[in-house]
């Protein structure tokens, strides 16, 4: 019996990620030639390649890619790829090799994508925020044949042996005149057309690494209905235009780079973010879809409301943020500016998508990460392995979806219940079934006996009118076990108190949620998708007016 639910949720499953992929314009239930097509291709070429090949059969001049220095169809885009994998196969590159790209978010990392795939070969993305040490580490660890990166990266290859041939993928200031360019290889890259690849390629995210050196999560996707985890209850279209600012290199950026293809829409890159340029962009190219991390959207938020307005965004429907913790005063600002168009994503590197906030639940629970779409689980269990389904209860997070990986690539493994893969994250349902982000399991502080989660102190402290930022760290206390230490970033031109700071949270939350100390700094250390680095944050000393 347990077999066949299995089987019947299987199949139900499927018919409905059809269904919404057909509304979505990535299938067509009425054109059935084509759309199996695309289904017996995914298992051999992998998704992007499949998406952009079914966009060069039916729309070879229309534009796939648009960075600063122009727009790229689909039919360049292909032969461009085409030509950057028969270059690479020269050099003797193959399906079992990896290839490492450290590159912002221009066209040259798509081509390079595109390539590998092409190839079947295995591809390490690679943060552009990791310094010498941790790249040399992570591209020995995953034993990289090849590197692809911008010229600006130049200096952290120093140490790379010559073995390992390096490729410029961006090169605009030449001060490196030594590695060759993309546009090189192409030059002298062999003609003719390339077989399908004995088994698509995979490739390799890293997980944020806030803790230590980050790990690797080889994803395969072998079927074009895993996009269904996102279009399940993110309104995005066919032939649409969407602007990535979340790096491409994270999970976040790469997804969405890959439902843009999968749609045949438009991707707009820029390779810095900048919150003007940004919606000059997203009003230029009439983009519908905007992804990006919380950090980024508050930047934008922060922008004069005389310049916000002066924006036409009235295509946008769709602010798509994920990648960190968003709170819930920036969600109330977003909306009062924008309307009802943010989306927030709660997943990780391992689980992709867990849960997805629309805006109908951020308009009736603001600190809501929503609900799981249809092909996903998500449950809560207990330190013991009960699970936990009493509404306000928080228990460890655990997903199982069509994208969830739970091995890494040096063989460790994640650790799972019944098929359902742990986020290493806390979290607690509402009556609704909405899931709520209470903070990572290590981040949790007990003091005095009582559980605390930073998240709820650092979201009330943001919505103080002189706080921009905060976190929350619990440290070493003699008395309590732990006390909460708590660091604010002041908004441009305001000075804080400390002790009026610390009353605005003793008149609102119970005693044991009050910081002990009260750190002023002018910035929070973040990575690149907006999570706080908070060890970098414990390694800060602090003074006498820090206590009060």
Same mark, same amino acid.
């Given at each position: 019996?347990?077999?066949?639910?299995?089987?019947?949720?299987?199949?139900?499953?499927?018919?409905? =990620?059809?269904?919404?992929?057909?509304?979505?314009?990535?299938?067509?239930?009425?054109?059935?030639?084509?759309?199996?097509?695309?289904?017996?291709?995914?298992?051999?070429?992998?998704?992007?390649?499949?998406?952009?090949?079914?966009?060069?059969?039916?729309?070879?001049?229309?534009?796939?890619?648009?960075?600063?220095?122009?727009?790229?169809?689909?039919?360049?885009?292909?032969?461009?790829?085409?030509?950057?994998?028969?270059?690479?196969?020269?050099?003797?590159?193959?399906?079992?090799?990896?290839?490492?790209?450290?590159?912002?978010?221009?066209?040259?990392?798509?081509?390079?994508?595109?390539?590998?795939?092409?190839?079947?070969?295995?591809?390490?993305?690679?943060?552009?925020?990791?310094? !010498?040490?941790?790249?040399?580490?992570?591209?020995?660890?995953?034993?990289?044949?090849?590197?692809?990166?911008?010229?600006?990266?130049?200096?952290?290859?120093?140490?790379?042996?010559?073995?390992?041939?390096?490729?410029?993928?961006?090169?605009?200031?030449?001060?490196?005149?030594?590695?060759?360019?993309?546009?090189?290889?192409?030059?002298?890259?062999?003609?003719?057309?390339?077989?399908?690849?004995?088994?698509?390629?995979?490739?390799?995210?890293?997980?944020?690494?806030?803790?230590?050196?980050?790990?690797?999560?080889?994803?395969?996707?072998?079927?074009?209905?895993?996009?269904?985890?996102?279009?399940?209850?993110?309104?995005?279209? !066919?032939?649409?235009?969407?602007?990535?600012?979340?790096?491409?290199?994270?999970?976040?950026?790469?997804?969405?780079?890959?439902? !843009?293809?999968?749609?045949? =829409?438009?991707?707009?890159? &820029?390779?810095?973010?900048?919150?003007?340029?940004?919606?000059?962009?997203?009003?230029?190219? +009439?983009?519908?879809?905007?992804?990006?991390?919380?950090?980024?959207?508050?930047?934008?938020?922060?922008?004069?409301?005389?310049?916000?307005?002066?924006?036409?965004?009235?295509?946008? =429907?769709?602010?798509?943020?994920?990648?960190?913790?968003?709170?819930?005063?920036?969600?109330? +600002?977003?909306? @009062?500016?924008?309307?009802?168009?943010?989306?927030?994503?709660?997943?990780?590197?391992?689980?992709?998508?867990?849960?997805?906030?629309?805006?109908?639940?951020?308009?009736?629970?603001? =600190?809501?990460?929503?609900?799981?779409?249809?092909?996903?689980?998500?449950?809560?269990?207990?330190?013991?392995?009960?699970?936990?389904?009493?509404?306000?209860?928080?228990?460890?997070?655990?997903?199982?979806?069509?994208?969830?990986?739970?091995?890494?690539?040096?063989?460790?493994?994640?650790?799972?219940?019944?098929?359902?893969?742990?986020?290493?994250?806390?979290?607690?349902?509402?009556?609704?079934?909405?899931?709520?982000?209470?903070?990572?399991? @290590?981040?949790?502080?007990?003091?005095?006996?009582?559980?605390?989660?930073?998240?709820?102190?650092?979201?009330?402290?943001?919505?103080?009118?002189?706080?921009?930022?905060?976190?929350?760290?619990?440290?070493?206390?003699?008395?309590?076990?732990?006390?909460?230490?708590?660091?604010?970033?002041?908004?441009?031109?305001?000075?804080?108190?400390?002790?009026?700071?610390?009353?605005?949270?003793?008149?609102?939350?119970? +005693?044991?949620?009050?910081?002990?100390?009260?750190?002023?700094?002018?910035?929070?250390?973040?990575?690149?998708?907006?999570?706080?680095?908070?060890?970098?944050?414990?390694?800060?000393?602090?003074?006498?007016?820090? &206590?009060?």
């Amino acid at each position: 019996m347990p077999g066949l639910r299995k089987v019947f949720r299987d199949a139900v499953g499927r018919v409905h =990620s059809l269904r919404v992929l057909s509304a979505a314009g990535m299938v067509s239930l009425t054109n059935i030639k084509m759309s199996v097509q695309a289904l017996r291709e995914v298992p051999v070429w992998g998704p992007n390649v499949t998406a952009l090949r079914r966009s060069v059969r039916l729309n070879p001049d229309g534009v796939a890619v648009v960075d600063e220095r122009g727009s790229v169809t689909y039919g360049q885009l292909d032969r461009r790829s085409d030509a950057i994998a028969q270059g690479l196969r020269a050099l003797g590159v193959q399906h079992t090799h990896v290839v490492a790209l450290m590159c912002r978010n221009h066209r040259g990392i798509v081509e390079s994508l595109l390539a590998c795939a092409k190839l079947g070969v295995r591809v390490l993305l690679v943060n552009t925020g990791f310094g !010498a040490p941790v790249v040399l580490d992570l591209l020995q660890r995953e034993r990289a044949s090849v590197v692809i990166h911008d010229e600006e990266f130049t200096p952290l290859f120093h140490q790379l042996p010559p073995s390992i041939p390096r490729w410029l993928a961006w090169s605009r200031d030449g001060l490196d005149r030594r590695t060759p360019t993309l546009d090189q290889l192409v030059a002298k890259a062999p003609r003719g057309e390339l077989e399908p690849p004995r088994e698509p390629g995979v490739v390799i995210q890293l997980t944020s690494g806030t803790t230590g050196t980050p790990k690797g999560t080889a994803r395969e996707i072998k079927s074009v209905l895993t996009a269904s985890d996102f279009l399940d209850r993110i309104p995005m279209r !066919a032939n649409e235009s969407t602007f990535i600012a979340a790096p491409i290199f994270h999970s976040v950026g790469y997804s969405h780079l890959t439902l !843009a293809m999968s749609l045949g =829409s438009r991707a707009v890159l &820029h390779r810095r973010f900048d919150p003007r340029k940004t919606l000059w962009s997203v009003q230029g190219q +009439r983009c519908t879809t905007l992804v990006l991390v919380p950090t980024m959207l508050q930047r934008i938020m922060e922008l004069d409301r005389s310049v916000l307005d002066s924006f036409d965004l009235s295509h946008l =429907s769709v602010v798509f943020s994920s990648g960190s913790p968003i709170a819930p005063d920036l969600v109330q +600002r977003t909306m @009062d500016v924008l309307g009802p168009v943010l989306y927030n994503l709660y997943g990780s590197t391992e689980v992709a998508v867990a849960t997805i906030a629309t805006p109908e639940d951020l308009a009736a629970a603001p =600190s809501s990460v929503g609900r799981p779409p249809h092909n996903c689980v998500v449950r809560l269990y207990d330190e013991t392995g009960n699970r936990i389904t009493r509404s306000f209860v928080t228990g460890r997070i655990y997903v199982r979806g069509s994208l969830t990986v739970d091995l890494y690539t040096d063989g460790t493994q994640k650790e799972s219940i019944d098929g359902l893969v742990a986020t290493g994250d806390l979290g607690h349902f509402d009556p609704n079934g909405r899931l709520y982000f209470d903070g990572r399991e @290590d981040d949790m502080i007990v003091s005095g006996g009582e559980n605390v989660y930073p998240v709820e102190v650092e979201n009330l402290l943001m919505t103080h009118y002189r706080v921009r930022d905060a976190a929350v760290l619990g440290v070493p206390d003699p008395e309590y076990g732990q006390r909460l230490r708590a660091f604010v970033v002041p908004v441009a031109g305001t000075r804080i108190d400390v002790r009026e700071l610390r009353e605005f949270v003793r008149t609102r939350l119970a +005693r044991h949620k009050v910081p002990r100390e009260v750190v002023v700094v002018p910035k929070l250390p973040r990575n690149a998708t907006g999570k706080v680095l908070r060890r970098q944050l414990l390694a800060i000393r602090i003074g006498p007016q820090s &206590h009060a």
